[in-house]
């Protein structure tokens, strides 16, 4: 896996193709790479709520302080207990909403880098172009901000729209090996 810890240590922005066989093993290795590299990293889940992100980090001995939390699940399944590292936004498709818990984490958090987890999973609430304008967005403010950013994709979206039109405004796409 060291060719993912070489490629987060290059690139500012990031797209990770990741087979959905192996996707937890893979998603450890990139979070163990920016934990390395990072003083403060904003986690924008699309994928897991708070408490099973909390518990995969512990799991795998990887340093929660390090981490800011946007959850975008809980809230629409729950009322959620405040937490001082995270934001709990409405629901997954609420995309200026975590824009601006986005913002709050790369300037009020001091974040230096980001992850967004998955886009793929984000396709089950909203279409390609909305998270085609999100992520381009996200990838502006981080450039801005001298952030660095990753967004996870799934091995089987790589011939949707999303995926096509992301390849133009990351600095490298990176196909991870099963």
Avoid: W
Avoid at 27 to 47: D, P, T
Avoid at 120 to 131: C, K, N, R, T
Avoid at 138 to 165: G, H, P, W
């Amino acid at each position: 896996m060291a060719d993912i810890i070489k490629e987060v240590n290059e690139n500012q922005i990031l797209l990770f193709i990741v087979a959905k066989n192996n996707y937890s093993a893979q998603l450890m290795e990139i979070i163990r790479s920016l934990e390395g590299i990072s003083k403060k990293i904003s986690y924008v889940s699309f994928n897991q709520p708070y408490s099973s992100m909390m518990a995969n980090l512990e799991k795998n001995n990887i340093n929660a302080a390090k981490f800011f939390f946007i959850d975008t699940l809980t809230k629409s399944v729950q009322s959620p207990k405040d937490a001082d590292n995270c934001i709990f936004v409405s629901a997954p498709n609420a995309l200026t909403e975590i824009s601006v818990a986005f913002s709050k984490a790369l300037n009020e958090q001091q974040c230096d880098s980001s992850l967004f987890d998955s886009l793929s999973a984000l396709l089950v609430y909203e279409g390609a172009h909305s998270i085609i304008q999100f992520a381009h967005n996200a990838i502006t403010k981080s450039r801005i901000a001298n952030c660095k950013a990753v967004f996870i994709a799934l091995k089987e979206d790589i011939d949707s729209e999303l995926i096509k039109d992301l390849y133009m405004f990351v600095d490298k796409v990176v196909e991870v090996e099963e």
